[in-house]
């Protein structure tokens, strides 16, 4: 496809995504924490149909880099808030676009490592959203990590999801889809990253820390 196509197919596609979220919100039908990882989870899981739709790598990371720019924005100034974050000092909105541009100027033209990024924003994706919604509701065993307090709870929803994202992107990305070692180990280290974590820092660790992981060892 056409990578202006490609861009104005992506447009289209977040705004959507964007708009619902803060529709659902502005009506009282979703809270804040919610309309957030709509978001998250909308706009991370098109790092799929991006590796399919695009050619250049260029045109693949232009429209993040604006969200880059637009986030940064937005979080100083308060503009979108199903895409802000709680904590004036949390950056994970500005960090999220920028892992995309990040994975794919360091993997795109890599052997394998378009699943490898595709795996690493996947769980970040889902895997966190995951731990967030499942620590929130469900979480009663909590552990530290550093300053930081977890549940055991949202640490396993975010292993499960992060081996499922893992699975996924070998599967329709990859030569060939990812053994089981690669799968779990992925999910472990992801998991460990995101529970380390702070100030939004798990939405560039998690999804770089994952897809290298992926890239580099001789699967």
């Given at each position: ?16 995504v964007v708009g619902s979220a ?145 699975a996924v992107a070998g599967q ?48």
């Open positions: 496809m056409n990578d202006l196509y490609a861009t104005l197919i992506s447009v289209a596609y977040i705004g959507a803060e529709f659902l919100r502005r009506s009282g039908r979703i809270g804040f924490d919610l309309s957030r990882k709509w978001v998250h989870v909308g706009v991370g899981t098109w790092i799929l149909p991006t590796t399919l739709l695009f050619q250049s790598p260029f045109w693949a990371a232009f429209l993040p880099g604006i969200f880059v720019l637009a986030n940064a924005v937005s979080h100083r100034l308060k503009l979108m808030k199903a895409m802000d974050e709680e904590s004036g000092d949390n950056l994970g909105t500005t960090l999220f676009p920028l892992a995309f541009v990040l994975a794919i100027a360091l993997f795109w033209n890599r052997d394998g490592g378009k699943a490898a990024l595709v795996a690493g924003i996947l769980v970040l994706a889902w895997g966190d959203a995951a731990a967030a919604l499942v620590g929130k509701r469900f979480g009663r065993h909590r552990y530290a990590v550093g300053t930081n307090w977890r549940s055991l709870e949202g640490s396993a929803a975010m292993l499960a999801f992060s081996a499922l994202a893992i329709f990305v990859g030569s060939e889809p990812y053994g089981l070692l690669p799968i779990l180990g992925g999910a472990v280290l992801a998991t460990g990253l995101e529970a380390g974590s702070r100030w939004g820092f798990d939405n560039l660790l998690v999804p770089l820390g994952t897809a290298l992981f992926l890239w580099g060892l001789p699967w």
